[in-house]
T-cell receptor, first 107, second 113 residues
Framework: RKEVEQDPGPFNVPEGATVAFNCTYSNSASQSFFWYRQDCRKEPKLLMSVYSSGNEDGRFTAQLNRASQYISLLIRDSKLSDSATYLCVVTGNQFYFGTGTSLTVIP | DTAVSQTPKYLVTQMGNDKSIKCEQNLGHDTMYWYKQDSKKFLKIMFSYNNKELIINETVPNRFSPKSPDKAHLNLHINSLELGDSAVYFC????????????FGSGTRLTVV
């Protein structure tokens, strides 16, 4: 069983739409959680950390559900520039990356 | 100033050759990593060093040998390159606990022909 599972998508949404990604993890002892963004042919970049209480950064909201062992990312009012692959990351004794969810925002 | 820099950015080489990729970070981080991202875009850790000491060594062919001369540098040497080694290799660094996330280099796109 993989440490982290993500729906690879692709998600194709119109500008202005709200889109949500989920990610499940297998190790209940996982400590830290993140969402990374990776643009085509670029390196992954930290988008936001995910806290138990949930956290928001502008149009982006991340949530953690420890009981069900999943994290989520909600993007409101999608922009063309949001098109990228979104990777969830879960830490145990190392970082475990999901395979990424591809998002394309269509004009 | 580039936080995590790796060279070269592109590397095209023939099977059987030996090549090295270099990585340097100027963030003062204690821990550095090598990740491999294959054609399916899956990022998999290969090695991790903390203050020059190897702490993670995943199941990687022993043709791959990391070397950390100091905590700001982590190089990757690959012997007898094979077609299956073609991938993007990312260097990354973090403070010791990693709770603040990783910073990645821009990647080295290795193509073995």
């Amino acid at each position: 069983r993989k440490e982290v599972e993500q729906d690879p998508g692709p998600f194709n949404v119109p500008e202005g739409a709200t889109v949500a990604f989920n990610c499940t993890y297998s190790n209940s002892a996982s400590q830290s959680f993140f969402w990374y963004r990776q643009d085509c042919r670029k390196e992954p970049k930290l988008l936001m950390s995910v806290y138990s209480s949930g956290n928001e950064d502008g149009r982006f909201t991340a949530q953690l559900n420890r009981a069900s062992q999943y994290i989520s990312l909600l993007i409101r009012d999608s922009k063309l520039s949001d098109s990228a692959t979104y990777l969830c990351v879960v830490t145990g004794n190392q970082f475990y990356f999901g395979t990424g969810t591809s998002l394309t925002v269509i004009p | 100033d580039t936080a995590v820099s790796q060279t070269p950015k592109y590397l095209v080489t023939q099977m059987g050759n030996d090549k090295s990729i270099k990585c340097e970070q100027n963030l003062g981080h204690d821990t550095m990593y090598w990740y491999k991202q294959d054609s399916k875009k899956f990022l998999k850790i290969m090695f991790s060093y903390n203050n020059k000491e190897l702490i993670i060594n995943e199941t990687v062919p022993n043709r791959f040998s990391p070397k950390s001369p100091d905590k700001a540098h982590l190089n990757l040497h690959i012997n007898s390159l094979e077609l299956g080694d073609s991938a993007v290799y990312f260097c990354a660094s973090s403070p010791w606990s990693g709770v603040y996330g990783y910073t990645f280099g821009s990647g080295t796109r290795l193509t073995v022909v």
